[in-house]
């Protein structure tokens, strides 16, 4: 099958599935009702009466939900493919640059910490402090990770490697930490963050991580050619004429912000960064313009259906979205590793 | 044209290249050489410019490397690396298109396509277009690793292109097909820097060769000029023939074979390996030396000569039939031939022709003899005759029940009559050629041995040295014989000349030399015979008292005054009370 039409077919994928997401839920709204609502958007079939709630469901709740499911879904797949890329190993993921690690770190003292040590910035940022301690903690954690690899002032891929375990561990260990001095309600507080959830959906969610996300999922295909390359490895990917150092540091900036905007919105969500862009690679091939892009839709794809997977299983109760991904994700990852040549 | 000028590159303080300058112009292929750890793939490394010397600089066409922007470089040159290491399953096409980054933005011009298609094909990867990379061998996947390199700078004739052995991965029809492709692009005017293991293939394919050692350029020259035994000595550290080719006029490079004893660093095999390993080394030193004699240990191990024979010449050896009596009588057909007769302390070779054999019917001896040798042959001794063709030569020989060799006749070129050595193969072969091999029991059982016991007085060994050389000195007649369990072989004449290397003498008689392997292992005793009144007779006995060497002179000898030197005073007395018995 041609790369393209992968593409395509994908992304036909995704709007069926949104239209589905749209509609199922603790309250369902039928899929043609779905349907007349979005076109009555465009200004047309105004004749057409639906009700009223339906409305006030799929504008208030559900679309910045599946919007949210989309675009985080799209961040993690394409960075897990970039990240996967510059480390020329297809199990590498965004984690593995501490990406999740920090933000976690970050969240986790929030909860346990935001009522006692960080009141001033509580009334600064209200709602938001959680996420913005998330995606400064992916930030900040990736850059160290960035910085500890450098010899030379040339960052290498094999130490970022060591050094992305070394301060995942670490941030790890304050994490456990901090959650065995937390109460009960932190408790589950940090328990539902950690396990993932799209759950807090809101407008205002959507757009402020918005051009976080957008930004890298326009920018990152343009280093198809240098990823391609880096799998000739670094030094034929330098005498190839690519600037190595800058693919690295762009790449790994990029990604941060993509995947440091969803840990902030919808905690940490497994799997998809590694999962995705593998399957991809296993569907139509390695090469980086095709494996980015189709990695970014399929992601949003495999999110949307956890969404509504998580949704319709146990309703009304919602499971959490990371519970799901990785529930399902590890069965269909290990048959497509037993059956891979 | 590229130029290095006293490039030093250090790395921890270690200096990995010290000093090294040369320079390539364009059309020529430069190869390096150098052991391991030498300093080739560092020198690589500067010359692409991915790292910088400490001092020193690399230009290239006049500019310096790191004057060149990345993209401008990538341009110019290409290096195929020695490693290339991938985890991801690219296509073979999309890898060699790869090749063409720096020359196009985003979408491949038709241009670009075109220089991907032909090089594929002559890297002969262009079937592989739409394999996975991963699913290569190794060889293909270096194809195509070349063919991506190449693709870099196929359409730029001023670029230069490096390659760290290229050909390491490769079969031998790819080997040459890569070099002569390098060679064939070099005339149109790429420069060429190859690393190679392979020291004939770069006297073949390079215009010029530069040998590394320890980070420094040792020489560096035209094949012809720096293939020679102490280059390739110095730098690889092992012993090389060189010798040159006459069609091509270039260096040839034959490399001596280097034997390891494995048990000397081997020590967790079990010790059985011991025993093929004395073979094998008794099989190396019977190969490089015709008239090597097994010694007692090897014999109680098991391995007799006529099994070692058979054993470092399994394809070059036939068993004849047993009826040696007749074939005897036949030896004189095949002309002049060596005929040399072994026993412990030594062998006697004698040249000339085997006369017809006289039965003495007495003692069931054969006599074979002219005027100046003498062969008595119990022909019941021999258990098994062998026809030998190997490299010393065309043989018969024949040995004893217990596998021992005692007489041997081996043809001389030019005066052996070889078609009736031929003749008698064909009709002495022994239609069962494995009967020894099944059990060596088959061999004939020998009659009890005529060898006779020593008799007489020991002398010392330099007073029996000093009475040969008088003889010689003198040229008075001396006759020597030699004893085996199977006859007396004597020789008589004028001794020609004497090689005395302690352990080993030997007496040259003109067609005649008698060998003494262990003299020192040797009692010497003079036997004076009242009835002979002109001779004195030397036996040379072994361990067990039975004679192995007889030499005869005349009895004159031993009154010469200069013999005194050597005698003791004791000696002397007895001496001369055996002269006046």
Same mark, same amino acid.
């Given at each position: ?222 280093? %198809? ?84 997977? %998580? ?31 | ?581």
């Amino acid at each position: 099958m041609k790369q393209h039409t992968i593409i395509w077919i994908l992304s036909i994928g995704l709007l069926l599935t949104m239209i589905i997401a749209l509609g199922v839920g603790a309250f369902s709204i039928p899929v043609q009702d779905v349907l007349i609502l979005l076109i009555q958007k465009f200004g047309l079939m105004h004749d057409v009466q639906v009700d009223e709630i339906y409305n006030d469901v799929l504008y208030i709740v559900r679309f910045p939900r599946v919007l949210l499911g989309v675009l985080v879904g799209a961040a993690l797949g394409i960075s897990g493919a970039a990240i996967q890329g510059i480390f020329r190993n297809p199990l590498a993921e965004p984690g593995l640059i501490g990406i999740s690690a920090g933000a976690s770190l970050f969240a986790v003292l929030i909860i346990a910490f935001e009522t006692v040590l960080f009141v001033g910035l509580s009334q600064l940022l209200g709602y938001y402090l959680l996420a913005f301690a998330a995606f400064v903690g992916a930030g900040l954690t990736s850059f160290l990770v960035y910085q500890l690899s450098k010899k030379q002032g040339i960052p290498r891929v094999t130490t970022m490697l060591l050094a992305g375990i070394a301060i995942n561990a670490f941030a790890g260990a304050l994490t456990g930490l901090i959650t065995y001095i937390a109460d009960e309600q932190q408790l589950r507080t940090i328990t539902f963050w950690m396990l993932g959830s799209l759950g807090g959906a809101t407008w205002d969610n959507v757009i402020a991580i918005f051009p976080f996300i957008l930004i890298p999922l326009f920018i990152l295909p343009f280093f %198809s050619k240098p990823l391609n390359a880096f799998a000739l490895g670094e030094t034929q990917a330098d005498l190839l004429g690519m600037r190595t150092d800058l693919v690295k540091r762009w790449v790994v900036v990029l990604s941060t912000m993509a995947v440091g905007a969803s840990v902030a919105v919808s905690g940490i969500i497994g799997f998809v960064g590694l999962l995705v862009p593998h399957t991809v690679r296993l569907l139509g091939g390695v090469e980086h313009r095709y494996v980015l892009i189709a990695s970014a839709v399929f992601g949003a794809l495999i999110l949307t259906l956890a969404d509504i997977i %998580s949704r319709v299983l146990v309703a009304p109760i919602e499971l959490p979205i990371g519970v799901v991904t990785a529930l399902l994700g590890t069965p269909v990852f290990l048959y497509i590793l037993m059956t891979e040549e | 044209m590229l130029r290095v000028e006293k490039i030093t590159y250090e790395v921890k303080g270690r200096k990995l290249l010290k000093d090294v300058s040369f320079q390539l112009r364009k059309g020529e292929v430069l190869a390096l050489l150098g052991a391991n750890g030498a300093g080739k793939s560092s020198l690589m490394r500067l010359l692409c410019g991915d790292t910088v010397p400490t001092e020193g600089q690399v230009s290239l066409m006049g500019k310096p490397l790191q004057q060149y922007s990345p993209m401008e470089l990538a341009k110019k040159r290409a290096m195929l690396a020695q490693h290339n290491n991938m985890s991801m399953a690219f296509k073979v096409g999309e890898i060699v298109q790869m090749g063409r980054y720096p020359h196009y933005r985003s979408i491949p011009s038709i241009h670009d396509q075109e220089i991907v298609d032909e090089v594929m094909d002559v890297c002969g990867v262009s079937l592989f277009t739409d394999r996975s990379y991963l699913s290569l061998s190794g060889g293909e996947q270096q194809r195509v690793q070349l063919a991506r390199v190449l693709v870099q700078i196929w359409d730029n004739p001023d670029s230069l292109l490096l390659l760290d052995e290229p050909v390491s991965a490769l079969d031998l029809q790819f080997q040459q097909q890569v070099l002569a492709l390098t060679k064939a692009l070099s005339r149109k005017g790429f420069m060429v820097v190859v690393v190679l293991h392979d020291i004939n293939l770069a006297a073949l394919y390079s215009d010029r060769i530069l040998m590394l050692k320890n980070g420094r350029k040792w020489c560096e020259g035209t094949p012809i000029e720096v293939m020679e035994k102490q280059n390739i000595y110095t730098v690889f550290s092992v012993q090389a023939d060189v010798s040159i080719d006459t069609k091509t006029l270039q260096p040839i490079v034959k490399l001596e074979e280097l034997l390891l004893d494995a048990d000397q660093f081997n020590t967790k095999l079990p010790q059985i390996r011991k025993k093929d390993k004395v073979i094998d080394g008794y099989i190396k030193n019977y190969k490089s030396d015709p008239l090597y004699r097994l010694d007692e240990e090897s014999m109680e191990m098991g391995l007799s000569e006529l099994g070692l024979l058979r054993l470092a010449y399994p394809q070059h050896v036939s068993l004849l039939i047993p009826d040696f009596v007749a074939l005897l009588t036949e030896f004189a057909k095949l002309g002049t031939v060596y005929s040399i007769a072994y026993n412990k302390a030594g062998y006697m070779e004698m040249k000339g022709v085997y006369t017809l054999p006289i039965s003495d019917q007495n003692r069931q001896v054969w006599i074979v003899q002219n005027e100046a040798y003498r062969m008595s042959l119990d022909m019941t001794t021999w258990s098994a005759g062998v026809a030998v063709f190997n490299e010393w030569g065309q043989s018969f020989q024949f040995f004893d029940h217990k596998g021992l060799l005692l007489h041997k006749v081996v043809l001389i070129e030019g005066t052996s009559n070889k078609e009736e050595y031929d003749g008698l193969l064909a009709r002495y072969k022994s239609p069962d050629q494995d009967a020894l091999q099944k059990d060596a029991a088959t061999l004939l059982p020998t009659s009890p041995s005529i060898v006779p016991l020593c008799m007489g007085r020991s002398i010392a060994l330099p007073l029996w040295k000093s009475i040969v050389a008088q003889s010689f000195a003198q040229k008075t007649r001396a006759s020597c014989s030699l004893i085996n369990a199977e006859g007396i072989y004597t020789y008589e004449g004028q001794i020609m000349s004497l090689v005395d290397q302690g352990e080993r003498y030997q007496i040259i008689y003109p067609d005649c030399t008698i060998t003494l392997d262990k003299l020192q292992g040797l009692r010497i005793v003079l036997e004076i015979n009242e009835k002979d009144t002109d001779g004195a007779t030397f036996s040379l006995c072994d361990e067990n008292n039975r004679v192995a060497m007889q030499f005869q002179i005349e009895r004159g000898l031993l009154s010469h005054p200069s013999c005194s030197n050597f005698v003791l005073e004791s000696q002397t007395e007895q001496l001369k009370k055996s002269i006046q018995i």
